[in-house]
């Protein structure tokens, strides 16, 4: 849903007049821009096994993901990747390297640009936490169905280089 009010001043947003196809703020004429937020997932991989988490809330609820979760405001990405792998999955992670960079369209209401981390394992417990009902490890080539078309992607690049 598109906001009604501008997040500077809270006033009342109305269409643009001018080049921009964005709502624009009556008040301070500040124009609204309707940006995709940053999603970070962390891989983990042990042999030719991925961790998956299961969704315990919201949308999506009751479907495998790789863990992954939103940049917060003034956050690091790895640092969020990191932060989110731990509040789903109870495991401490060490980011190696990007492994691939999305647009996810799925939810036309709610856009990310998606950011998948490579990931090693350095501590924790394996427990599902935070919006996960239930985390494992499962084969590559033997997959629950994932809710994010991003993440199959992302599965059928690791298969690919297998």
């Not at 919006?131 to 993440?151: H, K, W, Y």
């Amino acid at each position: 849903m598109r906001p009604l009010f501008c997040t500077q001043c809270g006033g009342e947003l109305s269409k643009s007049r001018d080049k921009h196809p964005h709502a624009q703020c009556t008040a301070c004429l500040r124009i609204n821009y309707r940006n995709p937020t940053v999603g970070v997932a962390v891989i983990i991989l042990q042999e030719n096994n991925i961790l998956l988490v299961k969704r315990g809330v919201g949308d999506y609820s009751g479907e495998w993901c790789i863990p992954c979760g939103h940049l917060e405001y003034d956050e690091e990405v790895r640092d969020a990747a990191v932060r989110e792998l731990y509040e789903e999955t109870g495991l401490r992670a060490t980011i190696t390297a990007v492994y691939d960079v999305h647009s996810n369209w799925h939810n036309r209401e709610h856009q990310t640009v998606g950011i998948w981390f490579m990931g090693e394992v350095s501590g924790g417990e394996l427990q599902a936490g935070d919006d996960a009902s239930e985390v494992g490890f499962f084969p590559l080539t033997d997959l629950p169905p994932l809710c994010f078309p991003t993440d199959r992607f992302i599965v059928d690049r690791l298969i690919s280089q297998l």
